[in-house]
C-alpha cells in the first residue's frame, strides 16, 4: 500500500522543496522506497536532484496528455526516485480551465498505475490554485513546512480552509499529518511566540472532527543551517553534503518521527 | 508624473512583501508620495499595514469589474497610501482564462485615472502568472528581490525571459532597475558566491540591448534581522517599529539609493 504525501504552503520560501527532498532521502536511507514527486513550475525539487527538466517527460505530460506517472519517474538511489517537473506547468491553470475534473488528474494516474513505492512526496508550488489542489486530490496526508513568523502562520487557515473542501468534495481520506517548523532560529522571541500559537491551536482542533485533528506540530524541528541552503547546488540531499551537520541530524530525526506515526505496516 | 514599480520574484519568500512595505515606507519619509498596490492574494502587503481586506473594495475589484485604483486606495499617512488585495485573487486566473487583453485591465485602469502619487510599487505574488504579468504590462520598472541563495538565482532566467515578453509584447517602455539583495547574510560563502555571479551577469547584460541592460545589484544590502520578519505583527512599517534597527538602516539606504537612480524630476 502507497502513501502519498502532499508537502504544501502557499506561502512561498517556508522550505517545502528542502523538506520534500530531504525527508523524502532521510526515509529512502531508513530502506523504504520513496518516489518524490515535482509538480512546482519552479522545478526546484528536480534541480536540488540535478534532474533534467527540459527536453523529457515530466508530470506536466503526466496531466495534460495525461500519461501514468511511472513513465517519467527517474531512479535517483535504489530507494529513492524521482518524477521531474517542467516549466510548462505554469501554464496548466489557463490551459485545463473549462476542462471537467482538472484538480483529480494526478490522483486518476495514481490510481490507474500505482507507483511500486511504499511513500510518495509530492512538492507544491507557493500557490492554492491548480496544480496544489492536485496533490491534494491524490494525497493521504498533508505536511505543512512553516517558518515560524508572522506572514507564514497568517496563510494557515486559507490552507486548512482548503483541505477541508478538498477533503469534503473529492478526497475523503485526506488528513493533515502536520507542521513541521523551518528555518527555525531558536533565540528569537518570534519563534517562541508562533509555536506555542500554533501548539494551542492544534490542542483545541482535537475537539472538533476536521481533516486537521489528529495533526500535530512535529517535535523535530529544522535548525536554520546554511548547509541545507548549499547542498541543492550540488544536486545533492543533505545527508549525501554533510551527514555531520544539523541539517542532517534535523531532517533523519524527522524522518524517524514520521514512520513511528505511519500506523503499524 | 507617477513611476510604477513591480517589486516581483517568482521564487516565495525571498523578501518581496518586505521590500514594498519597507522601501515604499522609506521614499514616503523623504517626502515624495508613494501608493502601494498588493495584487497578492495571500493580501501579507495588507496585513503588514493591517488593513481590512474582507468586505471592501480591493484590487480583485479593481482587475475583475474593472474599476479606478482610486475607488479601493486607503491612506496610511500623509505620504503613503494602499490599495490592498483580497483572497478572491486566487480565482482570477481562471475566471479571466478567455478574456482577451486580460494582462492590461491594471494597466487600462492606471492609465485611465492615474493615482495622485509620485511612486506606485505592487507587491507581486511567488508566480509568472496573470497576476504578475498585469503589475508587468502597468509598470515602468522592476526591482526584483533577491535573497542569495541557489534557488533564488535559479530562477532568474525565466523571470528575465518573461520581463521580456511584456517588454516585446505589451509594454515597450519596462526595464528592470535592479536586483535587490534582502535576507544578506554576509559571513556565508553562498552569499558571497551568488553575488558576484550577479554582478558578472549584469556586466555583461549591458553589452546588449535588453529590458535589463541597464540594470544592477542595488550597492544598499538588507541584511537578516529579526525585526523585519516581527513588524509586520505589529502593523507597522520597520521606520515605525524600530528606526534604529539594521532593518530601518538598510532601507533607509535603499530608499535614498532608489531616489537618486530616478531620472532628475
Ligand atoms: N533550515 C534551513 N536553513 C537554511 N536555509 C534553508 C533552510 N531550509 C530551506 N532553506 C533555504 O531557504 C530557501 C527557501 O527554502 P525552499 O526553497 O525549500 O522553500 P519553498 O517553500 O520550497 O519555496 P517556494 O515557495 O519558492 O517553493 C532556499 O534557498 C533554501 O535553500
Ligand atoms: N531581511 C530580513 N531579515 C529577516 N527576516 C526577513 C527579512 N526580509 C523578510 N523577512 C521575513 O522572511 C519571510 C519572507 O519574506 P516576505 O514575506 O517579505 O517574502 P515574499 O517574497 O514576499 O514571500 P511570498 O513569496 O510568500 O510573497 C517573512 O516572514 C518576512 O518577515
Ligand atoms: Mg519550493
Ligand atoms: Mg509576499
Not at 527538466?53 to 524521482?82: F, G, H, K, N, Q
Not at 501548539?199 to 541545507?228: C, M, Y
Request: net charge negative; with cysteine; proline share 6%.
Amino acid at each position: 500500500d502507497v502513501k502519498t504525501i502532499a508537502v504544501m504552503n502557499q506561502k512561498g520560501g517556508v522550505g517545502k522543496t528542502t523538506t520534500t527532498a530531504n525527508l523524502g532521502a532521510g526515509i529512502a536511507m531508513l530502506g523504504r522506497a520513496v518516489c518524490l514527486l515535482d509538480i512546482d513550475p519552479q522545478c526546484h525539487l528536480s534541480l536540488h536532484f540535478n534532474v533534467e527538466t527540459a527536453d523529457s517527460p515530466s508530470t506536466y505530460d503526466v496531466l495534460v496528455e495525461p500519461m501514468p506517472v511511472e513513465r517519467v519517474v527517474r531512479p535517483l538511489t535504489d530507494t529513492l526516485s524521482l518524477a521531474p517537473a517542467s516549466v510548462d506547468l505554469a501554464g496548466l491553470e489557463t490551459q485545463l480551465a473549462s476542462v471537467p475534473g482538472r484538480e483529480q488528474r494526478l490522483r486518476q494516474q495514481l490510481d490507474a498505475a500505482p507507483l511500486p513505492a511504499e511513500f510518495i512526496l509530492i512538492d507544491c508550488p507557493p500557490s492554492l490554485g491548480l496544480l496544489t489542489l492536485n496533490a491534494l486530490a491524490a494525497a493521504d496526508e498533508v505536511i505543512i513546512p512553516l517558518q515560524p513568523h508572522f506572514f507564514a502562520l497568517q496563510g494557515l487557515g486559507q490552507l486548512l480552509q482548503t483541505v477541508s473542501l478538498v477533503q469534503e468534495r473529492i478526497n475523503p481520506r485526506l488528513r493533515v499529518a502536520g507542521v513541521v517548523l523551518c528555518m527555525f532560529e531558536r533565540i528569537t522571541r518570534l519563534a517562541n511566540e508562533v509555536v506555542l500559537d500554533l501548539q494551542a491551536f492544534f490542542e483545541d482542533a482535537r475537539l472538533h472532527a476536521t481533516p486537521w485533528s489528529g495533526a500535530k506540530v512535529f517535535e523535530s524541528v529544522v535548525r536554520r543551517n546554511i548547509k541545507l541552503a548549499e547542498c541543492p547546488s550540488h544536486g545533492l540531499s543533505i545527508f549525501d553534503y554533510d551527514a555531520t551537520c544539523n541539517g542532517a541530524k534535523d531532517y533523519a530525526d524527522l524522518a524517524e518521527e514520521f514512520l513511528e506515526m505511519q500506523a503499524p505496516v
